[in-house]
């Protein structure tokens, strides 16, 4: 027919709220009439969103360090430091037992003066160490007659003696024995065996600022003491422990003597 256009469409799907694509088919007119030309929306795709996109926020500003500003970062905790032991220091003055035995009394180190001569000095072999005799510029003599005895095992140099009565003296008043032993948090025990012949002895103990005393007289004779002292103090510190001759009553060797130490 004449003038006649025919389009052939595609219909939607049904039951589907979606556009279909449109064709369009235009029969050519005769001689010089073109048909116009329809324009058709472009074919439909599905709608697929964006990936989501995480927004990050921007870089902080630098942060102004003042070179003298104190740290303000809290110190790690940690258990506070012990308090030093506060020291101790006592002294006593008892009898000397008949016999004493060295090696079960001074667990830590003990010593023995004189045994054969006056310069000999036995002490714990393998021990600590720990007593040490101020030997000074004082002469001393040697004795054989100690009205109590000494026994130990496990020495040196001697390795073992059994019921000695000796020790060593020094005459005049003022003569003087010293000793110096090691502190310890922990107390320690010393005894001191030491005595006077016709002579008053003074024993001094000094420690960490702390002293005592405590003293023997004998006018006619002998007489020996175990003196005791207990004493702690910081690492550091040293017992000094002082026998001194104040006063004689012999005109030419009135004196004082010592025997033995023992340290546990």
Known sequence: MDGQRVLVAAAAFAGLALTATVVVAIARQPDDEVAPVLSTAAPWQPFTPSPAVTVLPPDPLPTSVVADSPATTSPASSSPAPKPAAPILSL???????????????????????????????????????????????????????????????????????????????????????????????????????????????????????????????????????????????????????????RVFHPTCGNIDMQAATLS
């Open 92 to 246: 006593t003055v008892a009898d000397v037992p008949a016999t004493v035995d060295l090696a079960a009394e001074g667990t830590r180190d003990w010593v023995h003066w004189g045994l054969n001569t006056a310069e000999a000095l036995d002490r714990k072999s393998g021990g600590t160490g720990e007593i040490q005799d101020d030997r000074g510029t004082a002469t001393r003599g040697r004795y054989d007659n100690n009205p109590q005895l000494f026994s130990w095992t496990g020495g040196t140099p001697t390795a073992a003696a059994t019921r000695t009565p000796t020790g060593v003296y020094s005459c005049g008043a003022g003569s003087r024995f010293t000793l110096r032993i090691p502190a310890a948090p922990s107390t320690r025990t010393l005894h001191f065996y030491a005595g006077v012949w016709m002579a008053q002895g003074q024993m001094t103990v000094s420690l960490a600022g702390k002293q005592a005393t405590a003293g023997l007289e004998n006018q006619q004779a002998i007489r020996t003491g175990r003196f005791t002292i207990r004493f702690r103090a910081t690492t550091g510190n040293d017992l000094v422990v002082t026998w001194t001759a104040t």
